[in-house]
Each structure stands twice: as structure tokens, then as C-alpha cells.
């Protein structure tokens, strides 16, 4: 990063408005969130990936293109993974909408400037997609809930249930996308 990307950075950043200032605080409180959340389901956390996460997601807001994006998702998949030991915990559902937040906040910050004008497809779209990948994260919970309930051991029409569920998943994914950018 060079000073004059950052000058050009914090002035776009200054004349932010709208849908750019609520993307900038979501990429800011969604990390939290997430560390938040690691903390309840384990009863700690790692204060120095506490400390690494929060001074990336300040970059995140300045530099929502680079791939700062991707060192804090990285940092909270590894506290998570450290300290959580029940992989059915239901906090789990706030680390995955957390990062689903900052994902989405991310992407969609990199769209337009800081101070351009969003329509209401656009919000709606990027909301709307979020809310379906929210959905599928509290499935997937309550999939492992019920399955760490009971001992399935290999189940082999568990693993068939599972690879059909993730194909219908994948063509569905693919005919949205496919579709939109050929319009």
C-alpha cells in the first residue's frame, strides 16, 4: 500500500454516506461479533488473535479490496477451532452469521464508492443472498446438532443424503449466478 492510495483511501472514506457508512460499521462490529460469540461458547478466547483481528478490520474499512478480508476470517476460523471444543454448540450460528456479515460487508463495499447511492434492488439483492447463506448456516447447526446426538458412525445414506443436499445446492448456486451475469 502506497501513500497515495492510502490519501485517496481516507478521503473516499470521508465523504462516505448511506448504505457506505452502515458497510464500513458492519465490517467493524461483525469481527466482534464473532470473537464475542468464540468467547461464550468456550468461556475464553486468545487475546493475542483478539488483538491481531480488531486493527484488520480497520483496514478492512479502508481497504475493502484487499485481502486483509480474508487474515480475519482466517484469524477468527483459527480461535474458533483452538478454543471451542462442542462442535454442536449453538454459538457456532452467531460465528457463521458474524462472518457472513463481514463477508457480505466486504464484497458489497468494494461494489461502489464509499459515497455512491444504492438502489433498492441492490440492497435488497446483497441482503437477500445473505439471508439465504444465513439460512443455510443455521441448517447445517441443526444437521450436526441432530447428528451429534445420536451416534450415525459411517453412515453411508448419511454420506449419500449429504452429496446430493451439497449437488442440488451447487446447480441451484449456479443457475442464480449463471443467469444474472448473462442479463
Known sequence: MNDRRLEESWWLLSRSRGVGVVLRVLILVSPVAAIACTRL???HSLLAINVAIIPLAFVCVVYPDSHIGLLVVLLVGIEWLVTVDDQATPWSIGV???LT???ASVAAATVAPPAARWTRAMCWRWSRRSLVVMGASACTWA????IDRYA????AVLVVVSLATIAVAAMWARDG???VSQQ
Open 143 to 146: 444437521a450436526v446438532a441432530a
Open 96 to 98: 457463521a452469521i458474524s
Open 101 to 103: 456479515v463481514f463477508h
Open 152 to 155: 450415525v458412525g459411517s453412515s
Open 41 to 43: 461458547a468456550a468461556d
Open 177 to 179: 449466478s449463471v443467469g
